[in-house]
């Protein structure tokens, strides 16, 4: 089976080895993704509605890399520092998926890895063959 690895390009990616996004046969599976821009600055500090909005921006990005798009997406993982903010999440990943439907979980966690961050989001997509 053919591998195929996508890449943000940010230096995370080789200092931790792991890839943004990765097809394999007509699976991809979208890693982690956080609220920053293309230089990886911290966009939507404070506002968990506008950084869930950005994740899936660069979710979207790292699956136009591969065979796939948000149709195609089954499952995401939506981990949060402050659950009682769940409706503002909520809301950003409804305008994006309310008719896709994938599967969802979200997931409260005591920090991410910059304390401006509040949202990471992973996905799955299933490419029709």
């Known amino acids: 089976m053919e591998r195929k690895r ?56 790292a699956l136009g890399e591969t065979d796939a798009s948000l149709e195609d997406v089954v499952r995401t993982r939506i981990y949060v520092t402050d659950i009682d903010r769940w409706e503002a999440i909520g809301d950003a990943h409804s305008e994006v998926f309310g008719a896709i439907r994938p599967a969802t979980s979200m997931i409260e966690v005591s920090r991410l890895i910059d304390p401006e961050l509040l949202v990471e989001i992973e996905a799955v997509a299933i490419v029709p063959e």
């Open 6 to 61: 996508v890449s943000s390009g940010t230096q995370w990616e080789s200092d931790v080895g792991y890839s943004r996004a990765v097809q394999a046969g007509a699976e991809v599976h979208v890693s982690g993704t956080t609220a920053t821009d293309d230089a990886g600055n911290v966009v939507g500090t404070g506002e968990p509605y506008e950084q869930t909005r950005q994740a899936l921006r660069n979710v979207e990005n």
